[in-house]
């Protein structure tokens, strides 16, 4: 018998903080898949395989799901989507990081309800080295536990800039800079007598971005210069300048080729455009020809700050990974697959998965796009146990991930 059916879900609510993780309760997520499922030729009495399943109380993890926070780099989101088969009370569902407790949550369970799902957004004090543990409180009456906890690593770490930030004197720029600088920091200041820097301890640290408010403010010397260029070059550091009012227009002008320009006068400045981008090899750098950027930032319709900091952070060329949603899945299972990208791409994709077994391929899927995760994904069953092969391909039939995976006997008849 065969039964073609599609298959839409989507689910939202509102992310509510705990301790030092937040947790979404079904955070949006869509499952759009065409199937093909053809049930086994073994007939069970409807009488007697009713009576089973009136019998089998169990509640299972099915898929977690691991993906980056677009809106945020520092945090990461976990979907769980949970079976559950004749429950008809609440489950604690627990998220922990090596050990420690790190989001929690209770669901209710109803009888007539078999697919549930839970979000969890988590950023701060978590060590991706330590594994990850998902776990659903037992039921009164199961009798099978071994589904009910999920464990797993992932090497999708919050990724986390070491910016430099060094002003001249203090203005109105310096504090909205500060107020968008959402990573780790070392401001330099000038000293409120002399005016000069203690660049000490910049000269012996690593920076991927280094910013220059209203900087320099007195002329630099040829030899800080020279120092400067050898370190943003040997270390491969971004460079991003905030115009100020009282800048020392020779140092200025000699900093000018860092953002490719040309210009030897104030007037000419003046011209130059409000947004400059520049690249040469692995260098990249912005320059914000506006003294007046901070009424922007307060009035919140500031885009240069970010525009800037996305430019200049983009040295990673763009790749895919995909992943399957469990590592041990059953003949009556559907087993989840989902992929995304390394970085932001505002690009829609055509990637086709390949199933194949014993060298034979058996099924061909497209990936569609979750629009609000921005991951790509489908599902699909295997009838058989047995061991397979996934290859994902782009839309030039180039494979760009395999995947191995196990399909176990089915559990039980549902």
Same mark, same amino acid.
Request: aromatic share 16%.
């Given at each position: ?178 107020? !968008?600088? %959402? ?5 330099? /200041? &000038? $000293? =409120? ?5 203690? +660049?000490?301890? #910049?000269?012996?640290? !690593?920076? %991927? ?5 209203? /900087? &320099? $403010? =007195? ?5 800080? +210069?020279?120092? #400067? ?186």
């Amino acid at each position: 018998m065969k039964n073609k059916y599609k298959i839409f879900l989507l689910w939202m609510s509102i992310g509510v903080a705990i301790g030092s993780a937040i947790y979404v309760n079904s955070l949006s997520l869509f499952f759009f898949a065409d199937e093909t499922d053809i049930i086994s030729d073994t007939i069970i009495p409807e009488t007697i395989e009713s009576k089973i399943s009136e019998d089998i109380v169990d509640i299972a993890i099915k898929n977690v799901i691991v993906y980056p926070n677009i809106f945020d780099k520092r945090s990461i989101y976990i979907d769980i989507e949970i079976n559950n088969q004749n429950g008809d009370e609440f489950t604690q569902i627990t998220l922990s990081n090596g050990g420690k407790l790190i989001a929690s949550d209770k669901i209710k369970l109803y009888r007539n309800k078999h697919t549930y799902f839970q979000s969890f957004l988590v950023k701060d004090d978590i060590d991706f080295n330590k594994i990850f543990d998902v776990k659903i409180s037992s039921l009164k009456s199961e009798g099978n536990i071994s589904n009910n906890r999920h464990r797993f690593t992932t090497s999708l770490k919050a990724e986390k800039l070491n910016v430099a930030l060094i002003s001249g004197t203090l203005n109105y720029n310096s504090k909205a800079i500060i107020s !968008k600088i %959402d990573n780790n920091f070392d401001h330099f /200041f &000038p $000293e =409120i007598d002399s005016y000069a820097h203690n +660049f000490e301890n #910049f000269w012996f640290k !690593k920076y %991927d971005i280094i910013i220059f408010d209203n /900087f &320099p $403010e =007195i002329p630099v010397s040829d030899r800080w +210069f020279n120092l #400067f260029i050898k370190k943003i070059y040997s270390e491969k550091t971004s460079l991003v300048m905030f115009k100020g009012d009282t800048q020392d227009l020779g140092s200025f002008i000699k900093m000018g080729p860092l953002f490719g320009l040309d210009f030897a006068t104030e007037s000419e400045l003046r011209n130059v455009a409000k947004k400059t981008f520049f690249t040469k090899n692995h260098f990249k750098s912005v320059l914000i020809n506006d003294e007046f950027f901070y009424k922007e930032v307060f009035n919140g319709k500031d885009t240069y700050f970010d525009e800037a900091i996305e430019w200049v952070s983009k040295k990673k060329d763009l790749k895919y990974s995909f992943f399957l949603g469990n590592k041990n899945y059953h003949i009556n299972d559907s087993v989840f697959i989902y992929g995304f990208a390394n970085r932001v791409d505002k690009d829609k994709r055509d990637f086709i998965v390949y199933i194949y077994k014993n060298g034979i391929s058996i099924k061909k899927e497209r990936l569609y796009l979750n629009p609000v995760s921005n991951y790509y994904f489908n599902q699909f069953k295997i009838l058989d146990s047995g061991d397979y092969e996934i290859k994902i391909t782009d839309k030039d039939n180039f494979t760009l991930q395999t995947i191995n995976f196990n399909i176990l006997e089915e559990l039980t008849r549902l």
